[in-house]
T-cell receptor
Framework: GENVEQHPSTLSVQEGDSAVIKCTYS??????FPWYKQELGKRPQLIID?????GEKKDQRIAVTLNKTAKHFSLHITETQPEDSAVYFC???????????FGAGTTVTVRA | EPEVTQTPSHQVTQMGQEVILRCVPI?????FYWYRQILGQKVEFLVS????????KSEIFDDQFSVERPDGSNFTLKIRSTKLEDSAMYFC????????????FGSGTRLTVV
């Protein structure tokens, strides 16, 4: 099955700086890569996603890049704000079943 | 915005007891999922359900687990004889036929087995 590795496990950044989280996946059949933000005790919320026919996608301060050859994808948050503090999960799935395999999560702390 | 609703939000049960976790998916969605998250760990896939049958299940989803869509609106997860290690947050999710843009998680049920 799919195995998704995520790094780092914790990330502390100064407000206004950028944050980068990296994930790798193992199954070449995976072709959909969402990122979720989870605040304490809450549900995972989709913040951005990318499909395998696209190398990069941006939505305001958030961007995701995908390298299918190397089987890795990354989340970039620019101009971080205190409300960006949360746990971020990457995930991978194939369009055949949309079953999500999650990474272990990154706890992001934005220092004011 | 349509939501996936889960009840109860928190359930405490004695080890060995049966529990039923309930979910109301988004009304026009056709694919349903259960995931669980042990405290401080990643979200793990349990089972997917489509056309009134299980389409895939993980190793976690053993004989103690079952799912059902009893009335066309609710989607339930039953754990027959709970163990301490079943303590986790359980998330229901659903999606429509439009692809993963319709993939929505519920707010979760925190199950505590004592």
């Amino acid at each position: 099955g799919e195995n998704v590795e995520q790094h780092p496990s914790t990330l502390s950044v100064q407000e206004g700086d950028s944050a980068v989280i990296k994930c790798t996946y193992s199954d070449s059949a995976s072709n959909y890569f969402p990122w979720y933000k989870q605040e304490l005790g809450k549900r995972p919320q989709l913040i951005i996603d990318i499909r395998s026919n696209v190398g990069e996608k941006k939505d305001q301060r958030i961007a995701v890049t995908l390298n299918k050859t190397a089987k890795h994808f990354s989340l970039h948050i620019t101009e971080t704000q205190p409300e960006d503090s949360a746990v971020y999960f990457c995930a991978a799935s194939a369009w055949s079943d949309y079953k999500l395999s999650f990474g272990a999560g990154t706890t992001v702390t934005v220092r004011a | 915005e349509p939501e996936v609703t889960q009840t109860p939000s928190h359930q405490v049960t004695q080890m060995g007891q049966e529990v039923i976790l309930r979910c109301v998916p988004i009304s026009n969605h056709l694919y349903f999922y259960w995931y669980r998250q042990i405290l401080g760990q990643k979200v793990e896939f349990l089972v997917s359900f489509y056309n009134n049958e299980i389409s895939e299940k993980s190793e976690i989803f053993d004989d103690q687990f079952s799912v059902e869509r009893p009335d066309g609106s609710n989607f339930t997860l039953k754990i027959r004889s709970t163990k301490l290690e079943d303590s986790a947050m359980y998330f229901c999710a659903s999606r429509g036929t439009q692809g993963v843009y319709g993939y929505t998680f519920g707010s979760g049920t925190r199950l505590t087995v004592v």
